[in-house]
């Protein structure tokens, strides 16, 4: 594998490796903000009693330390996931067209979140049925709410509540795909300047002879003028 290939697998894994570090701070804030912050969001989103909080001095312990040291890691997590989308994206754009582009994001987005959207369903389902309770979501908001990126945009109410940044992120790659050929064009036209940049530095190179060696031909034709002078 060549130095260039080597790198380029090593950034790979540097952002991996963010991406489960964003991954871990997003779901640990969503867990305290829920079920210590706003335990009333889960009654709400559930359409159940509120969760309420059995003895624990583990719990206990942890709330305490969250109060001393807070830090926003929901907000750190989706930031870092933006950051990391700003320099991968590129990356495929220069391997695809734009309809690659939008291909691959959709197969890469899209069969993880109707998965993971169908066990939050379930799960609402089954919540209700334990309090006897009817499901809160009409057949419309559910269908809407299986393509993130729509459901904002037709003012269909939440339901999963975190699903926000993937409906940025979806926009995102959206006006991506939409500017593909100017970011190629920008791509090809940094391209060409830096060939025009390197043939400039070969023609003054290669052109001319170096400073020590026009330096020593001037002091050679110098010499060579003194001589016939003195001969005549």
């Avoid at 049925?129 to 709410?145: C, D, K, L, M, Q």
């Avoid at 920008?186 to 330096?215: E, S």
Wanted: aromatic share 14%; charged share 15%.
């Amino acid at each position: 594998m060549s130095r260039n290939a080597n790198q380029f697998v090593a950034k790979l894994e540097f952002a991996n490796a963010l991406r489960g570090l964003a991954a871990l701070s997003v779901v640990a804030a969503h867990y305290n903000s829920f079920f210590f912050e706003n335990a009333a969001l889960i009654g709400t989103i559930a359409n159940t009693p509120p969760p309420v909080r059995g003895a624990s001095s583990a719990l206990d312990l942890w709330e305490t330390f969250v109060r001393l040291f807070p830090f926003g890691g929901g907000e750190f997590g989706v930031a870092l996931f933006f950051l990391i989308s700003g320099f991968v994206i590129p990356m495929s754009l220069q391997k695809y067209d734009w309809r690659g582009f939008l291909v691959g994001r959709v197969l890469r987005i899209y069969p993880t979140y109707f998965a993971g959207f169908a066990v939050t369903l379930l799960a609402l389902w089954i919540a209700g049925r334990t309090f006897g309770n009817p499901f809160p979501y009409e057949a419309r908001s559910v269908i809407i709410h299986f393509l993130p990126g729509a459901r904002d945009l037709l003012w269909s109410p939440h339901i999963d509540y975190v699903v926000w940044t993937l409906e940025v992120e979806v926009k995102f790659y959206v006006v991506c795909a939409i500017a593909w050929k100017w970011l190629r064009h920008g791509d090809r036209m940094n391209h060409v300047q830096r060939k025009t940049d390197i043939r400039k530095v070969a023609q003054n190179t290669i052109g001319r002879p170096p400073v020590r060696n026009r330096v020593g031909h001037a002091k050679h034709n110098q010499r060579q003028r003194i001589a016939v002078h003195h001969a005549h």
